[in-house]
């Protein structure tokens, strides 16, 4: 057997073998990324509500997500993975606590765009010291926001909190999330940011010592792929509902298999 298997980078043969055993998995997640691809055109309408434009560009950032989940579980990244499903969390948190207000929230975050650009300017220019030449780059740059974004920004004098006016935490209280956002989305972030309580899934157990993982491994595999499937799912049910499309069935159809695919090949992860 050769030593190294190319897809599509160099990983370890007895990697290989160890990502076939969750094949049950890959092949639900072929089954959503074809449900995606089906979804597209049905979103793409060329008059569309707020929500409906928010949902459909929620859609398209969730998916695109999911696709860069999986290829990374199919070369053994899990762990890197693991980081992005907190985009899918927050893609799901943010279409959920919408469709509670689904005219005024959406609009909300399309309103949000340029009054974002003014804030951020704004920082910079609150510096004491600049490079030259980056002073009056802004000042021209924040002029043109300003004239954009008009009085939109009296809707959000809470200039942390962006379009919501809420911390990622309370939309997910308001979504019925919460506990979530306590168990999991706390481990999604510590991986993206590399915190200590991420640490462990960044070594590989070498007795008798034990080692910084610095290749693939099968290391975050499954629950990178469990949650990404699960919050797509959502995210995906969620903007086909607010386009009024039935996909009802299909999702139920997908989530029934995926269950099964958990059942399956779950023991025998370890």
């Avoid at 802004?138 to 954009?148: F, K, N, T």
Wanted: include cysteine.
């Amino acid at each position: 057997m050769a030593t190294y298997v190319n897809v599509p980078t160099q990983i370890p043969a007895e990697l290989a073998e160890e990502l076939h055993r969750l094949e049950p998995l890959f092949a639900v997640a072929r089954e959503f990324y074809a449900l995606g691809v089906r979804l597209h055109p049905a979103l793409d309408r060329e008059e569309r509500t707020s929500l409906q434009t928010v949902a459909y560009l929620i859609y398209g950032k969730a998916f695109r997500t999911f696709q860069s989940v999986l290829n990374l579980c199919l070369c053994g990244c899990g762990v890197d993975a693991l980081s992005l499903c907190g985009s899918l969390f927050e893609n799901l948190v943010d279409l959920k606590y919408m469709r509670k207000a689904p005219v005024r929230r959406p609009l909300r975050y399309i309103q949000f765009e340029q009054v974002e650009k003014v804030y951020q300017a704004e920082k910079i220019l609150a510096h004491k010291r600049l490079p030259r030449g980056m002073r009056s780059r802004y000042r021209s740059y924040l002029a043109g926001l300003r004239a954009q974004a008009g009085a939109l920004t009296r809707h959000f004098p809470k200039r942390g909190l962006g379009w919501a006016q809420l911390t990622t935490k309370q939309r997910a209280k308001s979504a019925g999330m919460e506990i979530e956002y306590e168990e999991l989305y706390w481990i999604f972030c510590g991986y993206k940011h590399t915190l200590p309580a991420a640490a462990h899934g960044l070594m590989v157990d070498d007795e008798p010592q034990r080692d910084v993982a610095v290749g693939p491994n099968a290391g975050g595999v499954f629950e990178a792929l469990v949650h990404a499937l699960r919050y797509g799912l959502q995210v995906f049910a969620s903007a086909s509902e607010a386009h009024g499309l039935n996909l009802e069935a299909e999702v139920d159809r997908i989530g029934r298999a995926f269950m099964t695919a958990c059942d399956a090949v779950g023991p025998a992860r370890h």
